[in-house]
């Protein structure tokens, strides 16, 4: 007697019909397009993943603590007021005290907040910068982005397609 599962695939293989289907140049454009966006996603979130590792592996991160913040109006390119902060953040390299300027944001940062950053032990004051908490994520984001892109091309490209029964 075969084993369930088994039985269940091959249901599920027999409802569904192979099909071929013509191949038109609309088809080929927007697949090749596809295919291209995909792999160029993919490779940006290789070259950010191996930047991210050759970073971790050259600089000494630490944590940072903001000891003040900067506020600047500014208008934008409508005209409108816009306020931006940068945070003061301090950290302590070689037993001495570094004070470096964080990114300009549009929210404040509070004093006393412990962040995380990295430097070059070598010149800590020209190389310091503030870790961002969702940096490690950007990779996979590329990654996933590029491969839904890829599938997609590859899909317009096949002149293949599976339909089930009840369509």
């Known amino acids: ?12 293989v027999k409802t569904m019909n192979v099909k071929l289907r013509q191949v038109t140049f609309e088809d080929k ?3 090749i397009l596809g295919v291209i ?17 050759h970073e971790r592996a050259t600089l000494t991160q630490t944590q940072g603590r903001v000891v003040d913040t900067v506020h600047r109006r500014e208008r934008d390119s409508k005209d409108k007021e816009k306020d931006t ?5 301090e950290f302590v390299a070689q037993g001495d005290p570094v004070r470096f ?11 006393g907040k412990v962040v995380a950053v990295r430097y070059d032990p070598k010149q800590p004051v020209t190389t310091t910068r503030e870790v961002q908490s969702f940096e490690s994520l950007a990779p996979w984001v590329a990654f996933g982005i590029g491969g839904l892109s890829l599938i997609s091309g590859l899909r317009q490209l096949s002149p293949i397609r599976l339909s089930s029964d009840e369509s």
């Open 1 to 12: 007697m075969p084993d369930p599962v088994i039985k269940f695939i091959f249901g599920i």
């Open 101 to 111: 300027t964080g990114r300009y944001e549009s929210y404040r940062a509070s004093n």
């Open 29 to 31: 454009f927007s697949g």
């Open 85 to 89: 902060y940068v945070p003061i953040i």
């Open 37 to 53: 966006i995909g792999v160029v996603f993919i490779g940006t979130g290789f070259w950010v993943n191996n930047k991210f590792i």
